[in-house]
């Protein structure tokens, strides 16, 4: 969940050249540079000029983006009822090759003259005029088109098999170098290839990474139950195929895997109405962990809709009846909450329907008000069938609900007496924090340092007008298995709760943030790494907008000093030590192992790690919140089986371990 920030100084520099590099295509093939060309190569002019408009940006993740416009469309035909099998391939050389048995991509001649296969390719946002669209998804980062990969290609092939032959046409960087040719007589093929390598001018990395798209494909067949999807990547000959004939109810399966659930199956409901369809799948576990993805034609509404809100509508009225019904609640006794019932609860809410609104800032949450009655509905006819048909079900999430509801009182309190006495204490922050004199927010630093000798330190080595350090003694509570009262109230966190500013949980006001850049500076060995996975969970749990935003960051103390005498340098890793010492290359050098960061005198702390001109620094990003959800769970829950399956997994990839 981390990425790499470039060092201070380098970041505009960066971002300027990447723009101007996609300008102007190369010459295409002389013979074919005619007019009719030249303005298909202005549609998508636009495209290589500013490619971060349409694919979000031209790093790793811009890169991936464009093979999830090409799977997409494939997946859309599948959604369609026109194919049942995907294939993506990752070639030697980073090209990628998807192929669907679907109907393939219109050919033939086109009302505009030309042939249809090469205005898909070629115009902007044209993929939908064929009719063939029904699903599609408008506007957005999503669905902009094969056209936007076409332009952002250094190369891209079609194969259309359909009408009686397999058609193709391969064009460089947008601009056809071949007609629509005739392949051969179609055979028993059908269905659409495409294959092609993304523009290294334009894009900082070609590296695909073989388990983000493996990711995005698991996801893409929980959400389409019976089609076959297969990966494969050729350049490390590793291959995988996706299939769920559960469809959601294995997704819920594999969210809740290392969990201990509160019924033996999912709840599943599913609803068709004309071409809408509702598809819902939940169940309970004995964490305080809401896990729920909501999903519009495939794409996941991170910020959630109407299709979310006629779901939590649902879940909170039928399990209020259910226990009203079965007396567990009394006339007298309040309604659940909202809260209350979803504590331990993973669902999924998928809607399929044409024309779907995405709305908001990242277009990411659906705003099609007709769906929410429909969805509302459907769930709470079968949470309430199934709570009547499975009582001891039912009776074991309320009992949840009720627990939660009181937790939930008593950490109000709780959160009630630290926010107080924050405030009250006023400006009297924690004895432990040495505060830097900055007061805006944007400018300041706050150092989570583990222990007191470290902490020691970073106060000596920090600049104090803007950077704070805040030293942590000993373990931090582990917040995935306690609850929020003792979380706020507990010895550690609350010193960290009072510093920050913000608050926690519900209660949250970013706005009162006093630091921008949260960084935890943790030792390089496995207590420290321990300590990190723990900060990081609590964030991630409790504030999670503080990752949202790219506040909270990971410093990356050095492990090696290679010094000879007249010249140090510091290594990050065994590798760069090796490196350096060969650079050097004479054999009078002296390598230190910084145990810790209280090894290092305030100078080298500053000079490595802290000093914003030299250090470099992680931000921790949640990539894909169901992935992140199910790593913190494995760490960090009740269950050591799977711990200890990925403590072996990863133990071989561990070069240096430090015990
Ligand atoms: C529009 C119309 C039709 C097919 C498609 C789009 C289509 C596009 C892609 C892209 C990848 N795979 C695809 N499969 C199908 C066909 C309309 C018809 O045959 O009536």
Redesign the pocket.
Known sequence: MTQELPRRGTKEAAAEPQEAKGRRPKKAAPNEYNAASIQILEGLDPVRRRPGMYIGSTDARGLHHLVWEVVD??ID?AMAGH?SNIEVRVLADGAVRVT?D?????VGRHESGKDALEIVHTKLHA?SK????GYKVSGGLHGVG?SVVNALSEWLRVESA?DGGVWSQEYSRGVPTTPVRKLGPQGNRR??T?SFRADPEVFETLDLSFDTISQRLRESAYLNKGLWIRLIDERADRERSFYFEGGLVSFVRHLNRNKETLSARPIYVERREGATTIEVALQYNDSYAENVFSFANNINTVDGGTHLTGFRAALTRSLNDYARRASILKDSDANLSGDDVREGLTAVISVKMIDPQFEGQTKAKLGNAEIKGPVEAAVAEGIGQYLDENPADGRRVIEKSLTAARAREAARKARDLVIRKGALEGMSLPGKLADCQERDPSKSEVYIVEGDSAGGSAKQGRDRRFQAILPLRGKILNVEKARLDKIVSSENIRPLVIALGAGIGDSLDLAKLRYHRIIIMTDADVDGAHIRTLLLTFFYRHMPQVIENGYLFIAQPPLFRVSTGKVTHYAASETERDEIVKKLAVKNITVQRFKGLGEMNADQLWETTMNPETRTLLRAEVEDAAEADAVFTMLMGERVEPRKDFIKTEARKVQNLDV
Request: aromatic residues 4%; without cysteine; neutral net charge.
């Open positions: 469309n494939s035909e194919a669907d679907g109907r393939g991509v219109p993929g064929f009719g063939g669209g094969v359909r269905g659409t495409t």
